[in-house]
Every structure is written in structure tokens, then in C-alpha cells.
């Protein structure tokens, strides 16, 4: 059964500090793992998408890495700003279509 | 931008009531999803549908949950006698092949 872990569950960094977000999976056969932004009250935006087939993935200040063999992905986000304050979630797309959610990292970034 | 959306935004109901939430995916997607997220817990996995039958579902989707597309354009989920329980955000999603994108939610309340 796949399970995914996101550490820390909480992160407060000064504004323009560069961070890396860790997710975990215990099952390596995923078909694609997406990282999400969540504002409170609100719904996932998707920030990136890596495929199983990919290492990382990169928009503007973000970078998505994935390495299946050890079950793990990175979020880097680079010159953290304080509009980056929100919850971000990683997801592992399993057979059938099946997404796994990580809990999500409670990001707040102090200006 | 193409965007998912979800009516109603917020749906009160009185426990043993049937409900009925209604999305409307991107529109060249054939892949849609619905989750549930009860407040400060996980984003959690119900169905996923691809050509018009269940790809995959958890064990959270059981005999009160369908999902059906009436027609081209709509996807709902019906909850035919709900429960306390049920309280919770319910979030549609589409992809078009990997990359997910969700609609803003509609928050489900049982009395």
C-alpha cells in the first residue's frame, strides 16, 4: 500500500532564504509524482509535475526532483518570498489512477 | 485559462439526505477524480474515471458513493444517504494524461 510522507510538516524561514521540501513514497512504482500549492480554505494549484521516467522538473524559482529508487522527492524553492506562505502538498499517481497525497508542509515565509 | 469548476461552492444538508456535487472539468480531459479533504487532515483519494467507467476507487468510495457523467460536459458525485462523517471539502479533478488540475472545492456540511 503506497504511502507518502512530507517532512517538515512546518517551515517558517526568513523571506529570500532558499528550501527544499521533502517527500517520501514507499512504493516506487508511481507513474508521475505533481507537487501543489494550497492557500487556506482554497483548492491545489499544481506547480510541477515529474514523470517516472524524469529527474527534475524546473519553473521559475522551482525545482522538483525525483529519484524512484529511494522513493523520494524534492521541492527547492529558490529566494523564498513571503506571497510563497502556504501549504504545499506532494502526490503520487499510482495504478489505476489511484493519487496518493503526502500531509503537506505548512511553508510561512516572515518578510 | 481553462479552469475546473465546482457548484455549488457550499452545500449544508441534514444528516441521511442525499447530496449531489457537480464539476465541470477542463474540456479536452478525459481523466477525472473526486477527493475529499475533512478539515486539517489529508487530501484523500475517492474515484478516479476514465471512458465513462471507475479506473479505480478507495475504500472510502463504498455502496453510498457514485460518480456519473450525465452528459459532455459535467461530472458529479452523489452521496445518497450522508452521514456526520461526510462532512468534509470535496475536490474535483481532470488531467488530460498526467498532470492533474483541481477545481476550488465545495464544502460539504452535515447536520
Known sequence: KQEVTQIPAALSVPEGENLVLNCSFTDSAIYNLQWFRQDPGKGLTSLLLIQSSQREQTSGRLNASLDKSSGRSTLYIAASQPGDSATYLCAALTGGFKTIFGAGTRLFVKA | ?111
Open chain 2, 1 to 111: 485559462e481553462p479552469e475546473v469548476t465546482q457548484t455549488p461552492s457550499h452545500q449544508v444538508t441534514q444528516m441521511g439526505q442525499e447530496v449531489i456535487l457537480r464539476c465541470v472539468p477542463i474540456s479536452n480531459h478525459l481523466y477525472f477524480y473526486w477527493y475529499r479533504q475533512i478539515l486539517g487532515q489529508k487530501v484523500e483519494f475517492l474515484v478516479s474515471f476514465y471512458n465513462n467507467e471507475i479506473s479505480e476507487k478507495s475504500e472510502i468510495f463504498d455502496d453510498q458513493f457514485s460518480v456519473e457523467r450525465p452528459d459532455g460536459s459535467n461530472f458529479t458525485l452523489k452521496i445518497r444517504s450522508t452521514k456526520l462523517e461526510d462532512s468534509a471539502m470535496y475536490f474535483c479533478a481532470s488531467s488530460a494524461h498526467n498532470e492533474q488540475f483541481f477545481g476550488p472545492g465545495t464544502r460539504l456540511t452535515v447536520l
